[in-house]
Every structure is written in C-alpha cells, then in structure tokens.
C-alpha cells in the first residue's frame, strides 16, 4: 500500500454502518465513542473512536482504522490534542506541543507493525469538538448528521 | 568508558524536564516516546510527605485506541505487569507513591511499566493465545478430571495432523473438545472435523467410522472477537457446540459434558 492508497481509504465517502450510542460511556479515567463505517463504493469496512480524559480536556484522540476483509485491521489517521510532547523521530527527537495529526505511512506498512507515525502538528482544530468537525471532513462521512449533533455546546456539557 | 559516561550524563541532564499541567500536576518531560511518536504520559504530584508518579488513566485511555481489556487472561497480564512493578491501578489512574530519596528510580520503573502496558496489543498473539491453552488446560486436568480427558488425542492413527486437544472417551460415544484462540485453529478444527465427517461419506472409510470415529465434538473460543465472522460461520457449522467465550465454558462446561454423556451413554 502507497501513500495514494493510504490517502484513499482515509479519503473516500463513507457512511455511518452502525450508529454510535448517543452519550459518551466512561471508561476509567476517559469517555468514549465508537463507531462503524463503510465505504458508499465497493463495502469497505472502517471503524472510528473518540477518546477524552475526563479532567484534561485536551487529551483527546479521535481515530480512523480500516478493516480489510479476513485481515487484523489497520490503523489510518489519528487527530489528537495538544497532550503532550511528539516527535517525529524518536532517535533524534524534536518535540512538538500542539495539537497533531498521526498517520499512516508506507514505511509502516512495510515494517508491518500497524503503527501511526506523526504528519505534523495542526492548526485546524483546537478542541475536540473542532478537531471532531475536521476528521468528519477529511475522512470524508457523508451521513454524519443523522448520528452527530455537532453542536459544541453539546460537547461542553461532557 | 570515561567518556561514554560523562556524555551519558551530560545528555541525561539535558533531557528531563516538568511542565505544570495542572496547579500541582507536573507533566514530566522525558525523551521515552510511544511508537508513533507521542511522548509517554507522566506526571508528579506531592502527596503528603511522598511523590506520587502517575499517569492519571492516559495510559489505559491509549491502549483503547487499539486493544480493549475484556478478557479475564487480559486483565490478568495487565494486573500482572503492574503488580510486578509495584504500580498500583485506581479505576485506571496508574500510580506509585514514593519518597524523595528514589524518585529518580521510582520514575524509570513506571515509565517501563507503562510502556508495556502500552505494548499489550502486540502480545496478543504470543502470550494471551498461550495463556488461553494453559488456562483450558488447567481448567480441564482439575474441574474435569473425574470424566478422565485424554490430551492431544488422534482418533486416526495413521495421521497425526487431525489432532484433537483433548477427548472424553471413557463413554461409547466420544467427546472431542477443541480449543480456539484464533482463526488458525478454527481452521484446524474445522479441518479436522471436516475429515472425519468426510470419512462418513467414504464407503472405504465407513466400517472405520462408523466403529472409531463415532463423536460429538465441542469447541471452546477463548473469545468470540478472535475469529472473523467467515470463520464463526465455519466452526459453527461443522461443531456440534460451540462455547464462545472461556467463561462460559467454565461455568457450564462440567454441566453440559456431563450432560452429554448421559444422553451418549
């Protein structure tokens, strides 16, 4: 898999398969969401999560992994906030803190090990209920509103 | 050897450092980095006379992303890990408490154990699967001794690849049980139970069959999500009953064997 395929699946319209639960379910020290998609062409089977500390609001992690048929599945895109320290290379780190964005790279697949590596720190969101907006968009689902109520006074309420 | 240490320690220095998460939460800034590149979640908060370094649940809210703690063999390996390290677990919030004196120690150790918590996914198949067989394996050899299980039984002598994991046989009727921990070994059964039953329909075969090869056979999952859905839908088909989780097996798996062989006897 290239990184034109990669950006492909992340990319292609998908569809709400099986609808989230409406509240957010604690689970130790964080809420969670989760969620099944499919591709609206050719059945391809995703799934998304939400993650968020319960205290520290911007520890959050929203995720997207493809569920090839009869195969593990595979990590593609995770938005998370601005946690902590990231970087790029762990033998010659130079940290990042902010809110950024993991990925799949051909590298990784190549090493099989189903991994994210880091694409860079973002300005596109700086909160969840932003950052939930962003990922909707890039990865591209299509009947979000039937299942999401977007508004971010919703999310306050968390 | 001078000189590798005094770089050591000179790059050690450099490289720590606390960030005020929260009026006394200190986020410890520390080059140990999950494989994606996140730095591993660490914080210091004074209590009382002590230092407490935990990871106020971030540890096991990353874990999630990937891997969920529903099995009693996983909660096991994760209770495990921590207790091995003296890590103490509070509705997820990992921690230790520990004086001054040995913060720095103190600090390493829990950074390890997160990181192998952090790992558990990737032991999915070597230690968990294996765990499976010496938890059904144990469960048998006592709470199902008294039906006399014979292990590793090959109902066809001549081909040691049709293995069955254990066989009750002390009755007319055998009951074969089969131990699934994945895709792999649903096949297998599959195959195996696919060979015999095959055989039923060799007229070659059949006196054989008929004579040997007479059973009911049961397979035990270590848990539902291992296999696919394709491969739920083989091993159903071919196995007379299938328990989908080891829980269920132990609680009502003395019950249905003995069960079974009443109706077989």
């Known amino acids: 898999m290239d990184a034109t395929n990669i950006e492909k699946l992340i990319t292609m319209p998908k569809k709400v398969l099986k609808a989230p639960p409406k509240d957010f379910k604690q689970d ?7 969620f099944t998609l499919q591709s609206t062409e050719g059945d391809l089977q995703f799934s998304a999560f939400i993650r968020r500390h319960i205290d520290f609001q911007e520890n959050f992690s929203i995720g997207l992994d493809f569920h090839p048929a009869g195969e ?12 902590g320290e990231v970087v790029e290379n762990l033998l010659k780190p130079n940290p990042h803190l902010d809110y950024h964005i993991h990925i799949l790279k051909t590298e990784d697949i190549e090493q099989e090990i189903r991994k994210l590596s880091l694409e860079g720190i973002t300005k596109e969101y700086d909160s969840l209920e932003k950052a ?11 009947n979000i509103n ?7 006074m919703l999310f306050n309420n968390l | 050897m001078k000189e590798i240490l005094a770089l050591l320690q000179q790059q050690s220095n450099q490289k720590i450092g606390l960030r005020e998460k929260r009026p006394n939460i200190w986020q410890v800034i520390i080059p140990f980095y999950h494989e994606d590149g996140d730095m591993v979640e660490v914080f210091i908060t004074p209590v009382g006379s002590l230092y407490r ?3 106020y649940g971030l540890t096991l809210m990353r874990l999630s992303y990937s891997y969920e703690l529903d099995t009693p063999n996983k909660e096991r390996i994760f209770n495990t890990i921590i207790s091995s390290y003296n890590i103490q677990n509070e509705k997820g919030n990992l921690y230790i408490d520990i004086e001054t004196d040995h913060l720095y120690p103190a600090l390493m150790q829990f950074i390890g154990t997160v ?12 230690v968990i699967q294996s765990l499976f067989f010496e938890m059904l394996d144990e469960f048998i050899q006592t709470q199902l001794a008294k039906y006399q299980p014979q292990k590793d039984y090959y109902p066809l002598p001549n081909m040691p690849e049709y293995k069955v994991d254990y066989c009750f046989n002390h009755r007319k009727v055998p009951i074969y049980l089969f131990g699934v921990n994945g895709a792999a070994t649903a096949r297998l059964t599959v195959i195996s139970c696919q060979k015999a039953t095959a055989r039923l329909t060799v007229i070659s075969c059949q006196k054989f069959i008929i004579e040997k090869i007479k059973f009911r056979s049961m397979s035990v999952l270590e848990s539902l999500d ?13 196995a007379d009953k299938v328990f989908p989780e080891f829980n269920e097996f132990e609680k009502t798996g003395d019950e249905y064997i003995a069960r079974e062989l009443d109706l077989l006897s």
């Open chain 1, 28 to 34: 130790n020290q964080h809420l969670r969401k989760d």
């Open chain 2, 115 to 126: 990181l192998k918590v952090s790992n558990m996914r990737l032991y999915k198949r070597e």
């Open chain 1, 146 to 152: 039937d299942y999401f109520d977007l508004n971010p």
């Open chain 1, 132 to 142: 939930l907006q962003y990922f909707i968009k890039r990865v591209n689902i299509q």
């Open chain 2, 226 to 238: 291992c296999l696919g859905k394709k491969d739920q839908s083989r091993l159903m088909s071919v």
């Open chain 2, 53 to 55: 370094i935990c990871d």
């Open chain 1, 72 to 83: 593990k599945e595979i990590p593609l895109i995770r938005c998370n906030g601005n946690h």
